[in-house]
Protein backbone atom coordinates (compact mmCIF):
# COMPACT_ATOMS: atom_id res chain seq x y z
CA UNK A 1 0.00 0.00 0.00
CA UNK A 2 1.50 3.33 -1.12
CA UNK A 3 1.61 5.97 1.39
CA UNK A 4 -1.15 7.61 -0.13
CA UNK A 5 -3.25 5.08 -0.34
CA UNK A 6 -2.67 4.48 3.70
CA UNK A 7 -3.81 8.34 4.29
CA UNK A 8 -6.73 7.91 2.55
CA UNK A 9 -7.74 5.08 4.56
CA UNK A 10 -7.28 6.40 7.83
CA UNK A 11 -8.86 9.58 6.47
CA UNK A 12 -11.78 6.95 5.55
CA UNK A 13 -12.19 5.36 8.88
CA UNK A 14 -12.20 8.83 10.93
CA UNK A 15 -15.09 10.19 8.49
CA UNK A 16 -16.69 6.75 9.61
CA UNK A 17 -16.91 7.20 13.27
CA UNK A 18 -17.87 10.84 13.28
CA UNK A 19 -20.76 9.53 10.97
CA UNK A 20 -21.76 7.02 13.55
CA UNK A 21 -21.68 10.04 16.05
CA UNK A 22 -23.71 11.78 14.33
CA UNK A 23 -26.70 9.25 13.15
CA UNK A 24 -26.49 8.00 16.73
CA UNK A 25 -27.86 11.58 17.98
CA UNK A 26 -31.89 11.70 18.01
CA UNK A 27 -33.00 14.42 15.94
CA UNK A 28 -33.02 17.28 16.95
CA UNK A 29 -33.92 20.73 16.15
CA UNK A 30 -30.64 21.82 15.26
CA UNK A 31 -30.30 18.96 12.98
CA UNK A 32 -32.68 20.85 10.65
CA UNK A 33 -30.77 24.46 10.89
CA UNK A 34 -29.42 25.36 7.56
CA UNK A 35 -25.80 25.20 7.96
CA UNK A 36 -25.53 22.69 10.46
CA UNK A 37 -23.26 19.75 10.00
CA UNK A 38 -25.56 16.77 9.50
CA UNK A 39 -27.61 18.64 6.49
CA UNK A 40 -26.56 17.68 2.99
CA UNK A 41 -24.20 19.19 1.78
CA UNK A 42 -23.82 21.81 4.74
CA UNK A 43 -20.67 23.94 6.00
CA UNK A 44 -17.38 22.40 4.18
CA UNK A 45 -19.72 19.34 3.25
CA UNK A 46 -21.25 21.35 0.18
CA UNK A 47 -21.54 18.92 -2.29
CA UNK A 48 -19.87 19.72 -5.36
CA UNK A 49 -21.71 20.13 -8.81
CA UNK A 50 -21.07 16.73 -9.94
CA UNK A 51 -22.20 15.36 -6.39
CA UNK A 52 -24.96 14.66 -4.85
CA UNK A 53 -25.77 14.32 -0.65
CA UNK A 54 -25.54 10.78 -1.62
CA UNK A 55 -21.80 11.14 -1.91
CA UNK A 56 -21.95 13.12 1.03
CA UNK A 57 -21.00 10.10 3.91
CA UNK A 58 -21.76 12.69 6.17
CA UNK A 59 -25.05 13.38 5.17
CA UNK A 60 -26.74 11.13 3.61
CA UNK A 61 -28.13 8.66 6.09
CA UNK A 62 -29.40 10.96 8.59
CA UNK A 63 -31.90 12.94 6.81
CA UNK A 64 -35.49 11.58 6.56
CA UNK A 65 -37.97 13.25 4.16
CA UNK A 66 -41.87 12.54 4.72
CA UNK A 67 -43.55 13.13 1.94
CA UNK A 68 -47.75 13.70 2.48
CA UNK A 69 -49.41 13.72 -0.62
CA UNK A 70 -53.68 14.13 -0.10
CA UNK A 71 -54.83 10.72 -2.33
CA UNK A 72 -54.22 7.71 -4.28
CA UNK A 73 -57.80 8.53 -6.13
CA UNK A 74 -56.26 10.55 -8.56
CA UNK A 75 -53.77 9.70 -10.71
CA UNK A 76 -52.01 13.36 -10.19
CA UNK A 77 -50.61 12.47 -6.51
CA UNK A 78 -49.46 9.05 -7.21
CA UNK A 79 -47.05 10.77 -9.98
CA UNK A 80 -46.19 13.43 -7.59
CA UNK A 81 -45.39 10.90 -4.72
CA UNK A 82 -43.49 8.29 -7.01
CA UNK A 83 -41.38 11.22 -8.69
CA UNK A 84 -40.89 12.82 -5.13
CA UNK A 85 -39.70 9.71 -3.75
CA UNK A 86 -37.18 8.80 -6.84
CA UNK A 87 -36.27 12.21 -6.67
CA UNK A 88 -35.04 12.36 -2.91
CA UNK A 89 -33.70 8.83 -2.69
CA UNK A 90 -31.73 9.41 -5.62
CA UNK A 91 -30.09 12.22 -3.80
CA UNK A 92 -29.52 9.79 -0.93
CA UNK A 93 -32.29 10.82 1.20
CA UNK A 94 -34.60 8.26 3.11
CA UNK A 95 -38.36 9.00 2.03
CA UNK A 96 -41.45 8.40 4.08
CA UNK A 97 -43.91 8.66 1.43
CA UNK A 98 -47.97 8.20 3.10
CA UNK A 99 -51.25 8.84 1.22
CA UNK A 100 -53.83 10.39 3.09
CA UNK A 101 -56.84 8.47 1.41
CA UNK A 102 -58.31 12.46 1.31
CA UNK A 103 -59.38 12.83 4.66
CA UNK A 104 -57.23 15.60 7.05
CA UNK A 105 -57.61 13.82 9.91
CA UNK A 106 -55.63 10.53 8.46
CA UNK A 107 -53.41 13.40 7.11
CA UNK A 108 -52.35 15.16 10.49
CA UNK A 109 -51.58 11.54 11.94
CA UNK A 110 -49.04 10.76 9.36
CA UNK A 111 -47.57 14.16 9.57
CA UNK A 112 -47.41 13.48 13.52
CA UNK A 113 -45.99 9.95 12.83
CA UNK A 114 -43.76 11.48 10.30
CA UNK A 115 -42.46 13.65 13.15
CA UNK A 116 -42.23 11.48 15.56
CA UNK A 117 -40.26 9.42 13.60
CA UNK A 118 -37.55 11.42 12.33
CA UNK A 119 -38.18 12.86 9.51
CA UNK A 120 -36.09 16.67 8.93
CA UNK A 121 -37.66 17.99 6.40
CA UNK A 122 -42.16 17.55 5.48
CA UNK A 123 -43.19 18.12 2.09
CA UNK A 124 -47.00 18.24 2.07
CA UNK A 125 -49.76 18.52 -0.46
CA UNK A 126 -52.63 19.17 1.97
CA UNK A 127 -55.70 17.82 1.86
CA UNK A 128 -56.99 20.56 3.76
CA UNK A 129 -55.03 23.08 3.79
CA UNK A 130 -56.89 24.94 7.03
CA UNK A 131 -56.30 22.23 8.75
CA UNK A 132 -52.46 21.45 9.44
CA UNK A 133 -51.94 24.78 11.43
CA UNK A 134 -51.69 22.63 14.90
CA UNK A 135 -49.56 19.83 13.37
CA UNK A 136 -47.23 21.56 11.62
CA UNK A 137 -46.72 23.89 15.02
CA UNK A 138 -45.36 20.84 16.52
CA UNK A 139 -43.63 20.53 13.38
CA UNK A 140 -41.67 23.46 14.07
CA UNK A 141 -41.17 23.29 17.68
CA UNK A 142 -39.24 20.58 16.57
CA UNK A 143 -36.85 21.91 13.82
CA UNK A 144 -38.39 20.30 11.00
CA UNK A 145 -38.24 22.31 7.35
CA UNK A 146 -41.71 22.41 5.94
CA UNK A 147 -42.18 22.91 2.10
CA UNK A 148 -46.23 23.24 0.96
CA UNK A 149 -45.93 20.91 -2.62
CA UNK A 150 -48.52 22.53 -5.54
CA UNK A 151 -51.13 23.53 -2.30
CA UNK A 152 -50.12 26.36 -0.12
CA UNK A 153 -50.91 25.58 3.62
CA UNK A 154 -52.95 28.81 5.20
CA UNK A 155 -52.96 29.76 8.46
CA UNK A 156 -49.83 28.47 9.83
CA UNK A 157 -46.24 29.84 10.23
CA UNK A 158 -44.35 26.71 9.80
CA UNK A 159 -44.08 26.66 6.14
CA UNK A 160 -40.18 27.84 4.92
CA UNK A 161 -41.13 27.51 1.39
CA UNK A 162 -44.17 26.83 -1.33
CA UNK A 163 -43.41 25.08 -4.70
CA UNK A 164 -45.97 25.24 -7.29
CA UNK A 165 -47.52 26.08 -10.48
CA UNK A 166 -48.66 29.73 -11.82
CA UNK A 167 -52.75 28.33 -10.43
CA UNK A 168 -54.11 32.01 -11.69
CA UNK A 169 -52.62 30.97 -15.43
CA UNK A 170 -54.08 27.86 -15.16
CA UNK A 171 -57.56 29.47 -15.07
CA UNK A 172 -56.75 32.37 -17.38
CA UNK A 173 -55.77 29.40 -19.97
CA UNK A 174 -59.32 27.39 -19.25
CA UNK A 175 -61.37 30.75 -19.73
CA UNK A 176 -59.38 32.14 -22.72
CA UNK A 177 -59.71 28.96 -24.27
CA UNK A 178 -63.55 28.90 -24.01
CA UNK A 179 -63.43 32.93 -25.10
CA UNK A 180 -61.36 31.60 -28.52
CA UNK A 181 -63.91 28.26 -28.64
CA UNK A 182 -66.94 30.24 -28.74
CA UNK A 183 -65.31 33.22 -30.59
CA UNK A 184 -67.10 35.42 -27.87
CA UNK A 185 -65.18 39.15 -29.40
CA UNK A 186 -67.29 38.49 -32.43
CA UNK A 187 -69.82 36.08 -32.52
CA UNK A 188 -73.29 37.10 -31.11
CA UNK A 189 -74.35 35.08 -28.74
CA UNK A 190 -75.87 33.86 -26.02
CA UNK A 191 -74.31 30.71 -25.14
CA UNK A 192 -74.90 28.94 -22.08
CA UNK A 193 -71.70 27.82 -19.96
CA UNK A 194 -71.86 26.12 -16.25
CA UNK A 195 -68.95 25.94 -14.17
CA UNK A 196 -66.99 23.29 -11.87
CA UNK A 197 -64.63 24.11 -9.53
CA UNK A 198 -62.83 22.07 -6.76
CA UNK A 199 -62.41 21.73 -3.30
CA UNK A 200 -63.66 24.40 -0.64
CA UNK A 201 -60.31 23.41 1.40
CA UNK A 202 -57.77 23.36 -1.63
CA UNK A 203 -56.20 27.03 -1.65
CA UNK A 204 -55.40 26.38 -5.72
CA UNK A 205 -58.99 27.03 -6.35
CA UNK A 206 -58.93 30.64 -4.74
CA UNK A 207 -56.96 31.01 -7.89
CA UNK A 208 -57.78 28.79 -10.76
CA UNK A 209 -61.51 30.28 -9.94
CA UNK A 210 -60.57 33.74 -10.31
CA UNK A 211 -58.11 33.27 -13.16
CA UNK A 212 -61.09 31.76 -15.11
CA UNK A 213 -63.81 34.65 -14.27
CA UNK A 214 -61.63 37.19 -15.27
CA UNK A 215 -61.76 36.20 -19.24
CA UNK A 216 -65.63 35.07 -18.56
CA UNK A 217 -67.15 37.24 -16.22
CA UNK A 218 -67.14 40.12 -18.86
CA UNK A 219 -69.31 37.94 -21.66
CA UNK A 220 -71.66 37.33 -19.14
CA UNK A 221 -71.97 40.94 -18.10
CA UNK A 222 -72.58 41.95 -22.05
CA UNK A 223 -74.78 38.98 -22.18
CA UNK A 224 -72.93 37.14 -24.82
CA UNK A 225 -72.12 34.07 -22.16
CA UNK A 226 -75.48 32.90 -19.65
CA UNK A 227 -75.20 30.70 -17.02
CA UNK A 228 -78.96 29.32 -16.81
CA UNK A 229 -78.25 27.46 -13.20
CA UNK A 230 -77.56 31.21 -11.92
CA UNK A 231 -74.12 29.14 -10.39
CA UNK A 232 -71.40 31.33 -11.00
CA UNK A 233 -69.98 32.07 -7.19
CA UNK A 234 -67.12 29.86 -6.16
CA UNK A 235 -68.76 28.28 -3.36
CA UNK A 236 -71.94 27.74 -5.82
CA UNK A 237 -69.82 25.38 -7.93
CA UNK A 238 -67.37 23.55 -5.34
CA UNK A 239 -67.02 19.96 -6.23
CA UNK A 240 -66.12 18.06 -2.23
CA UNK A 241 -63.03 16.22 -2.67
CA UNK A 242 -62.45 17.40 -6.34
CA UNK A 243 -64.40 13.96 -7.06
CA UNK A 244 -65.77 12.90 -10.30
CA UNK A 245 -68.66 11.63 -8.92
CA UNK A 246 -69.96 14.80 -7.49
CA UNK A 247 -69.02 16.96 -10.29
CA UNK A 248 -71.74 14.14 -12.63
CA UNK A 249 -73.58 14.36 -9.41
CA UNK A 250 -74.19 18.08 -9.98
CA UNK A 251 -74.13 18.31 -13.35
CA UNK A 252 -76.55 15.71 -13.87
CA UNK A 253 -78.90 18.20 -11.90
CA UNK A 254 -78.17 20.92 -13.40
CA UNK A 255 -79.53 18.92 -16.77
CA UNK A 256 -82.21 17.89 -15.51
CA UNK A 257 -83.39 21.56 -13.86
CA UNK A 258 -82.40 23.19 -17.42
CA UNK A 259 -83.50 20.66 -19.67
CA UNK A 260 -79.62 20.94 -21.59
CA UNK A 261 -79.13 18.32 -23.81
CA UNK A 262 -78.72 17.57 -27.48
CA UNK A 263 -82.16 17.93 -28.47
CA UNK A 264 -82.94 20.12 -25.68
CA UNK A 265 -81.65 23.73 -24.25
CA UNK A 266 -78.54 24.02 -25.93
CA UNK A 267 -75.48 23.59 -23.66
CA UNK A 268 -71.97 25.45 -25.65
CA UNK A 269 -69.33 25.36 -22.85
CA UNK A 270 -68.29 23.75 -19.14
CA UNK A 271 -65.44 25.75 -17.23
CA UNK A 272 -64.41 22.71 -14.93
CA UNK A 273 -61.09 23.69 -13.33
CA UNK A 274 -59.21 20.46 -13.52
CA UNK A 275 -59.62 16.57 -15.07
CA UNK A 276 -61.79 14.69 -12.78
CA UNK A 277 -64.42 16.97 -12.81
CA UNK A 278 -64.48 17.37 -16.32
CA UNK A 279 -64.93 13.56 -16.17
CA UNK A 280 -67.54 13.94 -14.01
CA UNK A 281 -69.22 16.43 -16.37
CA UNK A 282 -68.36 14.50 -19.02
CA UNK A 283 -69.69 11.37 -17.79
CA UNK A 284 -72.75 12.89 -17.03
CA UNK A 285 -73.29 14.42 -20.72
CA UNK A 286 -72.70 11.57 -22.16
CA UNK A 287 -75.35 10.02 -20.19
CA UNK A 288 -77.97 12.68 -21.67
CA UNK A 289 -76.98 11.89 -25.16
CA UNK A 290 -74.41 13.89 -26.44
CA UNK A 291 -71.60 12.77 -28.80
CA UNK A 292 -68.13 13.75 -29.87
CA UNK A 293 -70.14 15.50 -32.65
CA UNK A 294 -72.33 17.63 -30.24
CA UNK A 295 -70.31 17.72 -26.93
CA UNK A 296 -69.98 21.36 -25.71
CA UNK A 297 -66.74 22.84 -25.02
CA UNK A 298 -64.98 21.32 -21.50
CA UNK A 299 -61.85 22.26 -19.93
CA UNK A 300 -59.73 20.58 -17.69
CA UNK A 301 -56.32 20.99 -16.25
CA UNK A 302 -53.72 17.76 -15.38
CA UNK A 303 -53.67 15.86 -18.68
CA UNK A 304 -54.58 12.72 -16.80
CA UNK A 305 -54.34 9.53 -18.87
CA UNK A 306 -58.15 9.33 -18.64
CA UNK A 307 -58.88 13.06 -19.61
CA UNK A 308 -56.26 12.79 -22.54
CA UNK A 309 -58.20 10.18 -24.16
CA UNK A 310 -61.05 11.79 -23.71
CA UNK A 311 -59.59 14.50 -25.77
CA UNK A 312 -58.46 12.22 -28.21
CA UNK A 313 -61.86 10.81 -28.88
CA UNK A 314 -63.60 14.47 -29.15
CA UNK A 315 -64.71 14.50 -25.47
CA UNK A 316 -63.17 16.92 -23.84
CA UNK A 317 -61.54 20.32 -25.18
CA UNK A 318 -58.58 21.41 -23.53
CA UNK A 319 -56.37 20.04 -20.18
CA UNK A 320 -53.39 22.39 -18.70
CA UNK A 321 -50.56 20.41 -18.81
CA UNK A 322 -48.54 20.79 -15.31
CA UNK A 323 -45.29 18.94 -15.53
CA UNK A 324 -45.20 17.02 -12.39
CA UNK A 325 -41.70 16.03 -12.78
CA UNK A 326 -40.29 19.37 -13.11
CA UNK A 327 -42.31 20.27 -10.00
CA UNK A 328 -40.54 17.12 -8.18
CA UNK A 329 -37.01 18.35 -9.31
CA UNK A 330 -37.92 21.92 -8.15
CA UNK A 331 -38.89 20.34 -4.46
CA UNK A 332 -35.37 18.23 -4.17
CA UNK A 333 -33.41 21.03 -5.25
CA UNK A 334 -35.08 23.83 -2.54
CA UNK A 335 -34.34 21.01 0.40
CA UNK A 336 -31.08 20.58 -1.02
CA UNK A 337 -30.47 24.31 -0.79
CA UNK A 338 -32.09 24.88 2.29
CA UNK A 339 -29.91 22.27 4.35
CA UNK A 340 -26.92 23.00 1.96
CA UNK A 341 -27.66 26.96 3.76
CA UNK A 342 -27.80 28.28 0.32
CA UNK A 343 -30.04 30.43 -1.23
CA UNK A 344 -33.25 28.60 -2.06
CA UNK A 345 -34.67 29.25 -5.34
CA UNK A 346 -37.75 30.94 -5.73
CA UNK A 347 -39.21 33.50 -7.96
CA UNK A 348 -42.35 34.74 -6.66
CA UNK A 349 -44.00 34.47 -2.98
CA UNK A 350 -47.32 33.32 -2.01
CA UNK A 351 -49.48 34.97 1.66
CA UNK A 352 -50.95 32.03 3.38
CA UNK A 353 -52.42 34.60 5.80
CA UNK A 354 -56.39 34.86 5.30
CA UNK A 355 -59.66 35.94 7.11
CA UNK A 356 -60.48 32.53 8.00
CA UNK A 357 -59.18 32.72 11.36
CA UNK A 358 -60.38 36.29 11.80
CA UNK A 359 -57.19 37.87 11.15
CA UNK A 360 -56.76 38.70 7.59
CA UNK A 361 -52.65 39.54 7.80
CA UNK A 362 -49.88 39.28 5.41
CA UNK A 363 -47.50 36.07 5.90
CA UNK A 364 -45.65 36.23 2.31
CA UNK A 365 -44.24 32.53 1.83
CA UNK A 366 -40.97 32.22 -0.66
CA UNK A 367 -42.05 30.54 -3.56
CA UNK A 368 -41.48 28.90 -7.20
CA UNK A 369 -43.80 28.35 -9.82
CA UNK A 370 -42.80 25.94 -12.72
CA UNK A 371 -43.86 26.77 -15.80
CA UNK A 372 -47.08 25.48 -17.56
CA UNK A 373 -48.87 24.05 -20.93
CA UNK A 374 -51.78 24.21 -22.97
CA UNK A 375 -52.75 20.54 -23.49
CA UNK A 376 -55.26 19.98 -26.99
CA UNK A 377 -56.02 17.04 -29.58
CA UNK A 378 -53.44 18.87 -31.49
CA UNK A 379 -50.47 19.37 -29.52
CA UNK A 380 -50.63 16.15 -27.00
CA UNK A 381 -48.03 14.21 -29.28
CA UNK A 382 -45.66 16.68 -28.24
CA UNK A 383 -46.20 18.12 -25.47
CA UNK A 384 -46.51 14.87 -23.54
CA UNK A 385 -45.37 12.03 -26.02
CA UNK A 386 -42.12 13.52 -27.46
CA UNK A 387 -41.43 14.63 -23.29
CA UNK A 388 -41.63 11.45 -22.27
CA UNK A 389 -44.36 11.86 -20.36
CA UNK A 390 -46.25 9.42 -21.57
CA UNK A 391 -45.62 5.96 -23.49
CA UNK A 392 -47.95 6.25 -26.81
CA UNK A 393 -49.51 3.22 -25.88
CA UNK A 394 -50.58 4.27 -22.57
CA UNK A 395 -52.98 6.98 -24.43
CA UNK A 396 -54.46 4.30 -26.92
C1 LIG B 1 -54.08 20.48 -8.11
C2 LIG B 1 -54.64 19.96 -9.39
C3 LIG B 1 -55.52 18.75 -9.11
C4 LIG B 1 -56.52 19.02 -8.00
C5 LIG B 1 -57.26 17.79 -7.59
C6 LIG B 1 -55.20 20.74 -7.14
O1 LIG B 1 -54.68 21.25 -5.95
O2 LIG B 1 -53.34 21.65 -8.35
O3 LIG B 1 -53.61 19.63 -10.26
O4 LIG B 1 -56.24 18.40 -10.24
O5 LIG B 1 -55.86 19.53 -6.87
O6 LIG B 1 -56.46 16.86 -7.00
Not at 87 to 105: H, K, S
Amino acid sequence: MTLKKLLALTLAIFMLAAIAACSSASPSASQNEPGDATSPGSGDTVPADDTTPADDPNTAATVRIGVSMPTKDLQRWNQDGDYLKGEFEGAGYEVDLQYANNEAATQVSQIENMISGGCTVLVIAAVDGYALTQALATAKESGITVIAHDRLIMETDAVSYYATFNNTRVGTLQGQFIVNGLDLENAEGPFNIEFFTGDPGDNNINFFYPGAMAELQPYLDNGKLVCLSGQTEQNDVATVDWKAENAQARMENLISSNGYGPTGTKLDAVMCSNDSTAQGVVTALLGAGYTAENMPIVTGQDCDIVSVKNMIAGLQSMSVFKDTRKLATQVKDMVIAHLAGQTVPTNTEYDNDDALDGTDGERMIPSFECELDQGTPDNYVELLIDSGYYEASELE
